[in-house]
């Protein structure tokens, strides 16, 4: 009975950690649509309002979202992130505008590779929040996932940074706030149905 009640305690635990509230996702869709809204807000108010804005937003995505079970390196990469914003801020206020998705995606390759030489890989600690008891396929499959990931970042954030240095602004914004995400979907797509093939095999 102990046990039975000890399970569901845990199970709720988890449950709760998985269930975001409505700060942190407010903050994060904010964050993801800041191309758009930067397009606009720099011709309007300038660049430094709009870094000084995100750089607050960053903060507060990392105070709102600590503690809900998200693994260490990608909780605080909005921090790097907007530390070294604030940093470009004082030396090129319209540079550091655009180095948003450069220094994210940097931050998060930065996360996910560091995660593959120390301990669990970042792919398998996110699997482990719906599944504890994470089989050893699962663990290399996750690690292997993870190294796709390290590629995608990499060639995302050169992309990106090509496009702060070289593209205009609407070029740099469709690709940052709309062509990058789609990428990013079509990865994440094809990583399930790879993943249904993989234990659809492995069970057979």
Known sequence: MAEGKAGADS????SARRRP???TVALAAVTLLYPFIALFAVKAIGPIPVVAALCLLLVLRVAFGWGKGVPLGMA?????????MGLMMIW???RAVRFYPVFMNGAMLAAFAASLFKGQSMIERLARIA???????GV??????????CVFLLLNGLVALWTALYASLEVWTAYNGFVAYLLMGALFGGELLVRKFVRAREAA
């Open 140 to 149: 290399r499959y996750t690690r292997k996932v993870t190294m796709v990931w």
């Open 76 to 84: 605080l990469a909005p921090l790097v992130v907007a530390l070294l």
């Open 21 to 23: 509230d409505l700060a």
């Open 11 to 14: 199970r709720a635990g988890v």
């Open 92 to 94: 090129d206020a319209h």
């Open 131 to 137: 599944e504890p008891d994470l089989p050893e396929a």
